[in-house]
């Protein structure tokens, strides 16, 4: 990767190597010579620096004792570790703004830019009380989902949203706010610019996907993928691979439930909440 490539700003891992670049050099080594240091390959070295693998504490901390600056690596990893974007969201958000179409699928929880704010917050407060974020980080990561709405509504992009039966089934924040999601939901349904559809338990395993997926259309109708791990998000380019993910989104908007069929799924689990 050319030196002009390292954006700091492109995420926590890009920052951890652009820091990493940079003391080497004042220092005159090469990656292999950081490699020898830290007992890594030099290709981790690298990989590292160029922001193509995220670094772990371990690694970090082998840093620290190689260059003699006790704790300063450390304190970087733990920087990008409390980001409030995983590595790869920042890539696919700019991409996400500019999109003409948007395809949804999620398993466990109503997708983003279709919750509303109590519903997010909700979420994002579980993960303060199971130590995994800060309130700052949870309320700043509820203010950007807002501000993607905001963003998406104006820019007007077709929205299609397949989503599994356990999102609506799974109560978020209380009986109060899952009521008012699922209104918001059969709201959206009738925008016309949006498509909601519902994967129903009785797919079994015949539902194409097993994992969240997010498909982009852009205006040139290239086609970018998006999906998420606990720890990191990753933007998909391969066309090869894209392919096989526009074919199942395909498979999987024919057997989930229609569109009328669906609004009244919703109508029902919604009744089911108000009906205790």
Known sequence: MNRKDLDPSKSPAAAFGAELRRLREERGWTQ??????????????????????????????????????????????????????????????????????????EINIIPGLLQTRPYAQAYQNARVRRGRATQEQADARTTLLMKRQARLTEAGPRIHAVIDEGCLRRTIGGPAVMREQLLHLESLATHPQVIIQVSPFALGEDRPFGHPVT??????????????????????????????????YDELQVEALSKASSLEFIRHVRRGIENG
Do not use: C
Request: proline residues 3%.
């Open 32 to 105: 292999q010579h950081v490699a020898r240091l830290t007992q890594y390959s030099s290709v981790h070295v690298s990989a590292v620096e160029t922001g193509r693998k995220s670094p772990t504490e371990k690694f970090a901390r082998r840093l620290d004792h190689a260059f003699d600056i006790p704790g300063h690596f450390e304190r970087e990893w733990r920087k990008g570790r409390g980001s409030v974007l995983l590595d790869g969201l920042r890539e696919y958000l700019r991409n996400e703004e500019t999109a003409d179409k948007i395809d949804l699928f």
């Open 215 to 248: 498909l982009l259309t852009m205006p040139t109708g290239t086609l970018l993928g998006y999906g998420e791990t606990q720890r990191r998000g990753f933007l998909e380019r391969d066309s090869a691979t894209l392919t096989v993910w526009a074919g199942e």
